[in-house]
């Protein structure tokens, strides 16, 4: 069964940093694409960032360019955001979830859980 | 990268027919046959209903169907059941390495 698993997320002044992780289990990792796609509490969602199965390449949506990084370990199978200069407009569960951005290959399935990111002083 | 158009709230009773609709542009919804559709219960996480416009993953009840039309895809539940009721969200790839997911759909069985 697949399984993704994501933690890291908690409370983080404006400004702040903070590293989430995913851990999949159930599926041939290196094989797949991995994405964050977000959700503000009582909002919609909203895609995040997207890395290919070997980590080369990395795309992300314009409202979190330049302040977060996707990464990925395929010897331990977990993907991770790394989120810098924290706004609190990225108040969000974040999900990670199975998927790719591509022309012919762009949906999410399955998802993990989500780990609540709250931006505040 | 404009989210897509859906309206907030949608209903029917156990057993009809609903229709939710998903509005784009021609850079997205229009210009690509990949909508995806996702149910979202409260305090779970999304599941892919439909993907590639029309195409259901492996046991989702064929109840749920997609289509398109233009810059418009649309999402038909039929013979509606209580564990229906939940948010739906459409997505759409917009070119550049980019997706974009609609705004949710509240969808209520009376």
């Known amino acids: 069964e697949v399984q993704l698993v994501e933690s890291g997320g908690g409370l983080v002044q404006p400004g702040g940093s903070l590293r989430l992780s995913c851990a999949a289990s159930?599926?041939?990792?290196?094989?797949?694409?991995m994405s964050w796609v977000r959700q503000a509490p009582g909002k919609g969602l909203e895609w995040v960032s997207v890395?290919?199965?070997?980590?080369?390449?990395?795309y992300y949506a314009d409202s979190v360019k330049g302040r977060f990084t996707i990464s990925r370990d395929n010897s331990k199978n977990t993907v991770s955001l790394q989120m810098n200069s924290l706004k609190a407009e990225d108040t969000a569960v974040y999900y990670c979830?199975?998927?790719?951005?591509?022309?012919?290959?762009?949906?999410?399935?399955?998802w993990g859980q989500g780990t609540l990111v709250t931006v505040s002083s | 990268q404009s989210a897509l158009t859906q309206p907030p709230s949608a209903s029917g009773s156990p057993g009809q027919s609903v229709t939710i609709s998903c509005t784009g542009t021609?850079?997205?919804?229009?210009?690509?046959?990949?909508v995806s559709w996702y149910q979202q219960h409260p305090g779970k996480a999304p599941k892919l209903m439909i993907y590639?416009?029309?195409k259901r993953p492996s046991g989702v009840p064929d109840r749920f169907s997609g289509s398109k039309s233009g810059n418009t895809a649309s999402l038909i539940v039929s013979g509606l059941q209580s564990e229906d009721e939940a948010d739906y969200y459409c997505?759409?790839?917009?070119?550049?390495?980019?997706?974009?997911f609609g705004g949710g759909t509240k969808l209520t069985v009376l």
């Open positions: 979830a199975i998927g790719n951005v591509q022309p012919d290959d762009n949906w999410f399935d399955p």
């Open positions: 159930g599926f041939t990792f290196s094989s797949f694409p």
């Open positions: 890395i290919s199965a070997s980590g080369g390449s990395t």
């Open positions: 021609s850079s997205d919804v229009g210009g690509y046959n990949y």
């Open positions: 590639e416009v029309s």
């Open positions: 997505s759409s790839y917009a070119g550049s390495n980019v997706v974009v």
